[in-house]
């Protein structure tokens, strides 16, 4: 059976567009999931773009050792050098060259002509080389390129030692069967191209990441470049876990494989969505909230004689808790710990101390907890972003007939208890103001929504925000029954992301 390389750039093309910075910490996290989850390739990030990057990808390298650690890199010299530097360390290192091919990207862009792009690929595919012997070689814009000179210049990289060459659809431009005809082509005219793996990177403008990814395994690519949840520049990048599932439910008619242990696909997800702040929508394939929900009374009359009859997907396999019994308020420790472990999180015991507290606290105030309050207790209390800032306690006042009036208690970066009030146009903008006056980072609020995790009046509510500092974007997540409190937590998730990325 052909086994499809799997490439995920979550920590490249995804971060790089989420519209919020994550920290070297958080990316780490998330490396450490993708090893799990059974990634072949992460690509770390760009090195040579900042040097938080170049830090985060040399992070990842030292001590990831079960999937390749890719970075990528311009077609300049000193490009090609830092990214070498950030992933020396690596288990099994790539770097990752582009360079852009078609007509209009090579005219206004690059303002070169053609001789000058290929020997440029060619000379610095050469240089990576002489570093290490796995390079990745992408012409850029590839589906807007004239064939012929794409075929040249792909001959050119293999030759010049490139061992995958990956074709990107970068404007997410290209249909299903134009591109399966395109790799066919490839693969036709490229003499050498038996010395390299095929790979393509496809973006989602027209929806059509994925179909057209899974058009190209047809057609001869063997390597996919992908994103947890579809998150990437514009509309985003091909799917994982909806290119994963579609081989594996399909097997009849794609006869392929990939080592992604698809059981860890939800909480991969779940990671990825808190980190990045970026929601899944309720309706995404196999992540989705309603994925494997069932409204229509006759699905749930189906589902309930005959699992297949509505579902094409085991929940399970994706790992979706099978079990609906909820924990309460009389569950004990060993209840809770086992429920976790059912959800895949193996806590040390002080992690359960620290949450099973949050847990009783929320039981005095919630009759049923779920598998995904659970999820929002996790998330809550064992965040990895280290805090400069911590809120103790907020109090507020409100109504139609008094000033909306916030106080605060913080600990501060020594340790010192800072505490201020202010008043502001509603409860939220009170909390806001107060706590500006401690944590004096100057920023704005451009992004602000809250959700429940759950349904019922007392669900937990889940506050998404993002702020923008110096032209830079920060997301900061809280959770709480009280979305005042949710919305504090939120603010000061987003401050302590601000305060440690930029010192790193
Ligand atoms: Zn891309």
Redesign the pocket.
């Known amino acids: 059976m052909d086994k499809v390389i799997i490439f995920d750039?979550t920590l490249r093309?995804g971060e790089q567009s989420a519209g919020a910075a994550l920290t070297i910490s958080e990316k780490l996290e998330i490396a450490r999931q993708l090893e799990k989850l059974g990634v072949d390739v992460i690509e770390a990030g760009f090195p040579i773009a900042s040097p938080g990057d170049l830090e985060a990808v040399r992070n990842i390298s030292k001590e990831i050792r079960g999937s390749s650690i890719c970075a990528l890199s311009h077609a300049q010299p000193q490009a090609v050098d830092t990214a070498w530097e950030g992933i020396k360390d690596a288990a099994e290192p790539r770097i990752h060259v582009f360079l852009s091919s078609s007509e209009i990207h090579m005219s206004h862009q690059l303002r070169k002509n053609r001789d000058q792009v290929l020997e440029q690929a060619r000379a610095m595919v050469a240089r990576a080389k002489k570093h290490l012997d796995n390079v990745e070689f992408s012409p850029m814009d590839a589906t807007r390129t004239d064939r012929k000179f794409l075929y040249q210049l792909l001959r050119a990289v293999i030759d010049a030692g490139a061992t995958t060459v990956n074709i990107?659809d970068?404007v997410g431009y290209t249909m299903p069967k134009e591109f399966g005809s395109l790799i066919q082509g490839i693969k036709r005219n490229v003499d050498n191209i038996e010395k390299a793996v095929i790979s393509v990177?496809c973006?989602n403008d027209l929806g059509l990441a994925v179909a057209n990814s899974l058009a190209a395994i047809d057609s001869g690519a063997r390597q996919i470049?992908c994103t947890v949840n579809g998150i990437?520049?514009r509309a985003g990048?091909a799917s994982m876990e909806e290119i994963v599932m579609a081989i594996k439910t399909r097997h009849d008619l794609m006869k392929y494989s990939t080592d992604i242990n698809t059981e860890r696909i939800y909480k991969t997800s779940r990671l990825v969505s808190d980190f990045t702040g970026m929601y899944v929508q309720p309706n995404k394939a196999i992540v989705g909230a309603n994925a494997f929900r069932h409204e229509s009374g006759i699905h749930q009359d189906g589902i309930i004689k005959e699992r297949t009859t509505y579902e094409i997907m085991d929940p399970e396999s994706i790992g979706l808790s099978g079990t609906t019994l909820s924990l309460g308020k009389l569950s004990g420790r060993h209840a809770f710990r086992k429920r976790l472990e059912s959800l895949g999180y193996a806590l040390s015991d002080d992690e359960i101390n620290r949450t099973f507290a949050a847990f009783k606290e929320l039981a005095d105030k919630k009759k049923e907890i779920t598998d995904r309050d659970l999820e929002a207790i996790i998330s809550e209390e064992l965040r990895t972003i280290s805090e400069i800032y911590h809120l103790e306690q907020v109090q507020v006042s409100c109504g139609d007939l008094t000033m909306p009036t916030a106080s605060v208690r913080l600990t501060g970066p020594d340790g010192k208890i800072l505490s201020d009030a202010a008043q502001g146009t509603g409860p939220v903008d009170a909390v806001y103001r107060a706590i500006n006056r401690l944590v004096k980072v100057p920023n704005e609020l451009i992004e602000f929504s809250v959700k429940s995790v759950t349904e019922g009046i007392d669900a937990i509510g889940e506050v998404t925000i993002r702020i923008e500092s110096e032209g830079k974007r920060y997301a900061g997540r809280g959770a709480h029954t009280d979305i005042i409190v949710a919305s504090a937590r939120a603010y000061m998730n987003a401050l302590n992301r601000l305060l440690v990325t930029k010192g790193e």
Do not use: A
């Open positions: 750039t093309d990107p970068t990177h973006h470049e990437g520049e990048n």
